[in-house]
């Protein structure tokens, strides 16, 4: 299996408390990925330098937008040898006070092509900050003490963003030049931009149609350039491939040469409209840039740009990338699936439970687990079992991982499903293949987040963040293109950083849209995917027009009994009982008027006499006199062919499990209509269950199984 060589980290989460001086700082270059990090280390007082404090940063509000960028004024006193500069590293996050961990989401590494040398100064812009917002700026210079790989510690400016204004914002919408005149894409994106209109009133949509080559790329670079301020434009969703940009590092030897190359594929390079850190080579049409291999050398000549590096976005961004290997009509039938389920979501005709789903294959997820409960929004944080121990080096087959994984996606509603594990294009570890996700009876979740290597190489086949999101209700997928390491200390799980102070979860918990979560969280790393609408956000508790105490779905012989009650009705019209297959096509099988207005609690039942064969899923439409309307939770149930695994009923002496539903069974709980458990058995033989003791009436048989379900029976004991 071949990849491109690249590599993408997230940057070192710096505690805010430390302040200029108190600590020393080591520039070193990771040995895989090649990128600069910043190493903070104890600073011995023989290599403090008497001139520390020559160097001063002041912070203004920038003019144009005061309330997101600010202006960075760098002045080097006399007592630095400014030849000596080899680099300026420059990061912004909030300040939520000494001590709290919140995620570095801005980052710029200058090179000494950025210092105005007969002025002594440096002048920069940086954005992509929240109105109202604290915030501290922290300066690093490199190379003053005569190294080119130390420096003396931080410089931090505080500072707070104006209020925000209300301004009109613009959206790119930019599409495949071949998808123009395609009618079926042309209207879903018409509805997207009328559904737009709705809901972000001061937000304009404007079509980009693009050709995949150089010359419209850097058309698109340069509108976004000359018009992000004028415009204020401020999301950007790709709606093809066509405008990603490749992207080279060339490393050099001491002697000029290269020495090893770099690529990677980007749509990133477009939410930075501040700096070109890249050359365009039109003979080879890719974006390159230099440096060189020894990081504390002094070049002979400094062959990086100004601006040499950054993760530094202002323009939040979204994408929906059909996999290159389908067909022209597979790949418009794609987009066109996506954004119908986007406008049955906007219309409240799809919802999700406030759960979420994490797993890490690499350490403990439990603090994770404890973050996500601690947000308050979930009503639960759940975890996938594990069969084998967990090894930093494994990717290959894990059954009880595997099964458990889909058997909670595919059965079970999230909002958030979380992932770290290895990964490739077309193999996510623990046995997941594009058939596993296609295969699944339902998928939920309204967004997916994959820490793994290469899920989301849009180039390859099928890629597996694009199979995530061309599936059930899926809405938004976070994955990488190419290789990826996350960065942890003392055994925590690199999952911890989305449910951070400022963590992309807990900003979405907020109400913030999917793209800007992760933007303001920790910005965009070149190789980030992140697929579906840049605006969809996590919805607000649906107001019901019902107060629902309970709703269950029961299977009694080849029937399902689906039954519910209420403790309160207000305008209440009517209810639909509705089933599925996939979670995606629901079909109505029943109605039933409600009690319009009560404050009494109310039974309802009905019986579905035709169940699909397998998976089936079942939520109730509570609708209002006034036409509006909400879900309930879904409840699913599983019928198998061939004669019942539970026998017989009515029964008036033993029950009997056959051998295939025993070997599954884990324990056994019997309750009486009333709900008082009568019998309670953690094994099952084939002697069955007797029933001799219980009296005649209805009882409901909960089977908890190996796998973690639960199956519920109604067995009738009659004499």
């Known amino acids: 299996m071949k990849f491109n060589v690249y590599f993408i980290i997230t940057f070192l989460f710096f505690s805010a408390s430390v302040s200029f001086g108190q600590k020393g700082l080591q520039l070193v270059v990771d040995s895989v990925t090649h990128e600069y990090k910043v190493v903070e280390t104890p600073l011995k007082s023989s290599n403090k330098r008497t001139a520390a404090r020559d160097i001063t940063v002041t912070v203004t509000p920038h003019a144009a937008k005061p309330e997101s960028m600010i202006d960075i004024h760098m002045e080097i006193g006399a007592g630095t040898n400014i030849e000596e500069i080899s680099s300026i590293y420059l990061t912004i996050i909030p300040d939520c006070g000494d001590g709290c961990m919140q995620n570095g989401f801005a980052h710029i590494w200058l090179s000494p092509r950025a210092i105005n040398k007969t002025a002594r100064t440096v002048d920069l812009v940086m954005g992509g900050m929240q109105a109202g917002k604290d915030y501290r700026l922290m300066t690093a210079v490199f190379g003053v003490d005569g190294s080119a790989c130390s420096g003396d510690g931080w410089i931090i400016n505080p500072f707070r963003t104006d209020n925000a204004v209300k301004r009109q914002e613009k959206m790119l919408l930019v599409i495949n030049e071949e998808w123009r005149s395609t009618a079926a894409i042309q209207e879903k994106l018409d509805q997207y931009i009328a559904d737009v209109k709705v809901t972000r009133p001061n937000l304009s949509v404007e ?9 419209d790329k850097n058309r698109l670079f340069e509108y976004i350039r000359q018009n992000h301020l004028t415009d204020n434009i401020t999301y950007l969703f790709f709606i093809g491939a066509n405008a990603a940009t490749t992207s080279t590092r060339h490393l050099l030897n001491d002697a000029g040469n290269i020495e090893m190359t770099f690529s990677s594929s980007t749509f990133s390079r477009y939410t930075h409209p501040l700096y070109k850190h890249y050359i365009y080579d039109a003979e080879n049409d890719e974006m390159r840039t230099y440096k060189y291999l020894n990081t504390c050398l002094y070049p002979p000549q400094e062959v990086r740009e100004a601006v040499f590096e950054q993760t530094n976005p202002l323009i939040s961004m979204g994408m929906v990338i059909p ?80 099964a458990d994984y889909l058997n909670k996606l595919g059965t ?68 990488y293109s190419d290789l990826l390491l996350l960065i942890t200390t003392n055994g925590a799980s690199a999952l911890e950083y989305e449910y951070r102070n400022n963590g992309a979860f807990t900003l979405m918990s907020q109400g913030y849209a999917f793209s800007d979560a992760y933007r303001y969280a920790a910005g965009y790393v070149e190789s980030q995917v992140l697929l579906g609408d840049p605006l969809a956000t996590l919805r607000d508790s649906d107001p019901l027009p019902v107060v629902l105490k309970d709703f269950n779905v029961t299977a009694e012989g080849r029937t399902a009994q689906v039954s519910w009650s209420t403790t309160s009705e207000t305008k209440s019209a009517h209810f639909e009982v509705q089933r599925s297959k996939n979670g995606s096509d629901w079909k109505q099988i029943g109605k039933m008027d409600s009690q319009g207005e009560s404050a ?54 033993k029950i009997y499990f056959d051998a295939e539903m025993r070997g599954q069974i884990k324990s056994v709980t019997v309750a009486d209509i009333a709900g008082k458990i009568v019998l309670r058995v953690t094994s099952v033989s084939d002697q069955g269950i007797s029933v001799k003791s219980f009296g005649t009436g209805l009882y409901l048989l909960r089977i908890s199984k190996m796998d973690g379900s639960t199956e519920v029976k109604k067995v009738l004991v009659n004499r």
């Open 207 to 215: 079509k980009f149609h693009m050709e995949s080559n150089s010359f």
């Open 323 to 402: 996999a290159p290997n389908l067909t022209p009509q597979e790949k418009v039938s794609y987009v066109t699936d996506y954004f119908t389920k986007l406008h049955r979501f906007r219309k409240r005709e799809i919802s999700f439970d406030r759960k979420v789903l994490i797993t890490d294959g690499f350490v403990d997820e439990q603090n994770v687990v404890a973050m996500a409960q601690a947000n308050g929004r979930w009503s639960s944080a759940s975890t996938v079992a594990f069969g084998l121990e967990k090894d930093a080096n494994y990717s290959g087959e894990d059954a009880i991982w595997k």
């Open 412 to 479: 079970q509603s999230y909002e958030i499903m979380s992932l770290n594990v290895h990964g490739s294009p077309d193999y996510q570890s623990f046995g997941i293949y594009k058939e596993d996700i296609n295969s699944l009876p339902a998928l939920n979740t309204q967004v997916i987040s994959l820490s793994s290597c290469n899920l989301g190489s849009y180039g390859w086949g099928n890629y597996l963040g694009g199979e995530y999101l061309g599936k059930g209700n899926v809405l938004n997928v976070n994955c």
């Open 600 to 653: 009494a609690e109310h039974f309802y039942s009905f019986t579905d006499c035709q169940p699909y064969s397998g998976q089936n899923l079942y939520r109730l439409k509570m609708v209002d006199l006034d036409g509006t309307f909400a879900y309930s939770e879904i409840r699913n149930l599983r019928f198998e062919g061939g004669e019942e695994a539970v026998y017989p009923n009515p029964v008036s002496d």
